[in-house]
């Protein structure tokens, strides 16, 4: 009876393998089989075989005989590492030089060898797969180049909107100043040396604003110097600048400790004449406006902290006030764009710093501006 049997069974068998072939011949996936630790060429199914760029003629070949350009491109290597682990090897978008109507072409593929083994551990097939992922690739590269295009368009109008902010107080300072002397007929030699000097550091500023922002644009990313600044003229300067721009002379400033901080002077210009200009403005209402300035070492930070006594912000604005073109409901009779925080805010994020603050209507606002200690 088994007589009978084993024959019809081995009959079965081979139907039943040449019925899996025809089904992966026929597949528009690309597929090969080695069954030898030569890596020979046991199938390879049209798909595959357009890929290779040959015929049924590599059937029953080992790899490196009838692909040398396997063995340059590490294929070969690849295919016995396989073979002697039993570890299967995936990879995807990999390069590949194809031969395409006599030329060569660079097409990627997702690429898994997946090793067959028994149940002693052996390899006895490895089964490859190839999927050509080359037009999904140019057409993600496409889309990354359109969304690379959106963002620096983006950051272009950010730029434009920064810029006109930035060199609107110095433009201020230098047009008060000109305008001062226009109408004075008579003015002292003392007088003269104070307002040139306030018009030709405005227009200093607003040299450094432009050569930085130009910089920016060329880049496109922040790259700042990591020189030692020391802040106590800068701040000095800003306070005397903020003082004319928002007619607040009887402001009184209170500077305690100013730590260095290592970094580009423009970039803390710009930080510091944020803060500071709206703790004068929003203070100078007030019959006695006062404004601190503190610095301490805290945990690896360097903090900065500008107090004023203006008009606060009100509580559920707090957060608000760092988004574009965002003001306060209370400001209205302030000058003002709403760029200012918004701008500080990415400024200190590119410096792995941060800024917060606190406030209270009427009380005043307190401005931290936390800088990295290298």
Same mark, same amino acid.
């Given at each position: ?48 075989? &357009? ?20 063995? *340059?491109?590490?294929?070969? &290597? ?23 109507? +006599? ?35 140019? @057409?993600?590269?496409?889309?990354? *180049? ?31 100043? @000109? ?10 030699? /003392?007088? /003269? ?28 990313? /922040? ?12 701040? $000095? ?19 305690? $400790?100013? *730590?260095?901080?290592? +970094? ?34 805290? $945990? ?17 604005? $707090? ?9 306060? *409901? ?10 200012? /925080? ?33």
């Amino acid at each position: 009876m088994l007589t009978v049997i084993l024959p019809r069974l081995s009959v079965y068998m081979k139907r039943y393998e040449n019925f899996i072939l025809e089904i992966l011949r026929q597949s528009r996936g690309a597929t090969a089989i080695y069954d030898t630790a030569g890596i020979r060429i046991a199938f390879a199914n049209n798909a595959m075989r &357009e890929i290779w760029g040959c015929g049924e003629e590599v059937i029953g070949q080992c790899v490196d005989s009838v692909f040398p350009e396997f063995i *340059e491109q590490g294929f070969s &290597e690849i295919l016995k590492s396989v073979w002697t682990t039993g570890q299967t090897y995936e990879v995807k978008a990999y390069p590949t030089n194809v031969m395409i109507n +006599g030329d060569v072409e660079v097409k990627y593929f997702d690429f898994i060898y997946q090793a067959i083994v028994n149940e002693e551990g052996s390899t006895t097939a490895i089964v490859q797969t190839a999927t050509d992922v080359s037009l999904r690739l140019h @057409a993600l590269e496409k889309v990354e *180049e359109q969304d690379a295009i959106l963002t620096f368009n983006k950051e272009l109008e950010v730029l434009t909107r920064t810029l006109s902010h930035d060199l609107k107080n110095p433009l201020s300072i230098a047009k008060m100043g @000109a305008q001062y002397l226009q109408t004075k007929h008579v003015v002292n030699e /003392l007088e /003269l040396q104070k307002w040139t000097t306030i018009i030709l550091d405005a227009l200093t500023s607003i040299e450094h604003i432009i050569a930085h922002k130009i910089q920016l644009n060329q880049t496109r990313m /922040l790259q700042y110097d990591n020189a030692v600044i020391l802040l106590e003229k800068i701040i $000095q300067k800003i306070c005397a600048e903020s003082q004319t721009l928002y007619h607040s002379e009887n402001c009184v400033f209170k500077i305690g $400790q100013l *730590e260095s901080l290592y +970094g580009n002077e423009d970039v803390f210009y710009q930080i510091f004449f944020n803060v500071i200009g709206n703790a004068v403005k929003y203070s100078s209402q007030r019959n006695k406006p006062m404004v601190e300035i503190n610095s301490s070492r805290r $945990q690896g930070f360097i903090v900065y902290t500008v107090q004023d006594n203006g008009i606060g912000i009100p509580e559920m604005e $707090q957060t608000a006030v760092f988004q574009q073109f965002h003001r306060a *409901e209370n400001t209205g009779g302030f000058p003002g764009t709403g760029v200012g /925080l918004c701008v500080v805010k990415k400024i200190m994020e590119r410096l792995k710093g941060k800024i917060t603050l606190s406030s209270e209507v009427n009380k005043g606002t307190t401005v931290e501006l936390i800088f990295p200690d290298p």
